[in-house]
């Protein structure tokens, strides 16, 4: 009996919508930090939790793994509408690429790492740490849960980093052509943050002055939004915001803090 077999999914039916290239910025995330775990492990398995009414994103994931960690990497997508894993089936590239039916127990599989994307958001926040804490549970020794959300179009995103201890990391991340404000970023904040965007919040805290430096920086745009980025988190951090990461990611349009933020 298969693993998927002899476990019920946890979990509930979401919207599923997706489009293409909409999880381009947490899976370029993916590659460029959590490579070091993949290249470690001896099964490189990652799952696509919640990919949706179609299985572009689980497709597109794959692909940017194999081409920019190793090319031996495993991804399976699983969905708890079983209607959509028989959609998926075609896509399917066994051994790299393959679909199943499962929920937050993760169908019994042990990957390094698991994307979960825009599935929490449908949920109510006090479901979230539940879930949080049956996906890791599951996770291969040092496997890490990414977990968060965007826009339709991928243009607006965020999403934390999570491990068997809980949280780790925040990133924020936004197509900069197209970013009127720092502030357009609270619509898009992760389940367990949306409702804390508040005065009082840590959370509240960051964007507020994510917004003012990029306020600040508005002399930088002659040069491009880019530049405007990076002068904005580069003044975050001046004022000591505990900024991770370098200008490599910053150009991405990114943003990442430790976990808890001060």
Known sequence: ?????RRRPVG????????????RRVDNWIVATCADRLLAADDPLVVDLGYGATPVTAVELRARLAAGVRPDVRLVGLEIDAARVAAAAPAADPPGL?????????AGLRPVLVRAFNVLRQYDESEVAE???TMTAALAPGGVLV??????LGRLASWLLIDADGPRSLTLAAKLTTLGSPAELAERLPKALIHRNVPGEPVH?????????????AP???????????????????????????????????????WPLP
């Open 12 to 23: 509930v039916v979401t919207r599923g919508t997706t489009n293409p290239n909409r999880l």
């Open 131 to 133: 879930a949080w804490r």
């Open 205 to 217: 805290a960051l964007i507020r002055a994510l917004d003012d430096a990029w306020q600040a920086a």
């Open 220 to 258: 930088y745009a002659t040069f491009g939004p880019r530049q405007r980025w990076l002068r904005a988190v580069t003044r975050l951090r001046e004022t000591g915001w505990p900024v991770l990461d370098n200008s490599t990611r910053w150009r991405q349009g990114e943003l990442t803090l430790p």
């Open 1 to 5: 009996m298969s693993p998927t077999a």
């Open 98 to 106: 393959t679909f199943a039916r499962g929920g937050f127990e993760l």
């Open 147 to 152: 977990e968060g959300t965007c826009d339709e």
